[in-house]
């Protein structure tokens, strides 16, 4: 009778690290293991199995793992796990309003469209936030409106804010705001956003727009 081989710990399903490790077991305590990677030939292996001599890149990997007992048996249907490594940033990629859009109905409510899935648990009034400037020539905006709800979509792509919450209190008449989603947003793998890559270190997103008087 073959044993059977079970992977009991691995990586998340999608991840920014560039190593992984797995553990396994078999319902055989004296059977063995071979491992392969991405379907390469088998090969003698250990529990824990650690890709951390091998830097990985972004994209799609897959483990696989067999036990093989005392007798010469080998586990017919192999335990496997596919993940993704994405090392890439996410973007902020549109926004409503736009960017220095003038004449805003004041019951608009403010999104944010990013590049990839986002973190649910990183999309917060703590990291999408409105302020409100001092005049519509200035860029110094430093009076947070804080009554708001944020939400995510879920497909995580699209980020709203809805300035009031559940409150029925407009946005100012002929007003300038800036709209700001900092770094601490994160995309499902981990990595924080950086609207500018080629900048060093990580760049939040922020934009102004002035409403009407309607």
């Not at 073959?2 to 490790?21: G, M, R, V, W, Y």
């Not at 400037?133 to 709800?149: E, L």
């Not at 946005?171 to 989603?181: D, F, M, N, P, R």
Request: proline share 5%.
């Amino acid at each position: 009778t073959p044993p059977d081989t079970t992977i009991s710990s691995q990586p998340e399903k999608s991840t920014n690290s560039t190593s992984a490790s797995f553990s396994f077991t078999s319902d055989e305590t004296s059977a063995t293991f071979e491992c392969s990677n991405d379907n390469q030939t088998w090969a003698s292996c250990t529990s824990p199995y650690s890709y951390s001599s091998i830097a990985l890149q972004d994209g799609s990997y897959n483990f696989y793992v067999r036990a093989k007992d005392a007798a010469g048996n080998v586990d017919e249907t192999p335990a496997s796990y596919t993940w993704t490594v994405d090392l890439t940033a996410p973007t902020v990629s549109t926004t409503t309003p736009a960017s220095n859009a003038t004449g805003v109905k004041r019951n608009t409510n403010l999104t944010a469209t990013f590049s990839e899935k986002m973190a649910p648990a990183s999309i917060t009034k703590s990291t999408f936030k409105l302020y409100k400037c001092s005049s519509t020539t200035s860029t110094t905006c430093t009076t947070q409106v804080t009554n708001v709800n944020v939400t995510l979509s879920t497909d995580g792509l699209k980020a709203t804010l809805d300035p009031f919450g559940t409150s029925s209190t407009l946005l100012g008449s002929k007003t300038k705001y800036k709209a700001l989603v900092t770094t601490g947003a994160k995309d499902v793998a981990g990595n924080a956003l950086d609207q500018s890559p080629s900048t060093t270190g990580n760049q939040q997103k922020e934009w102004y727009f002035t409403t009407g008087s309607g």
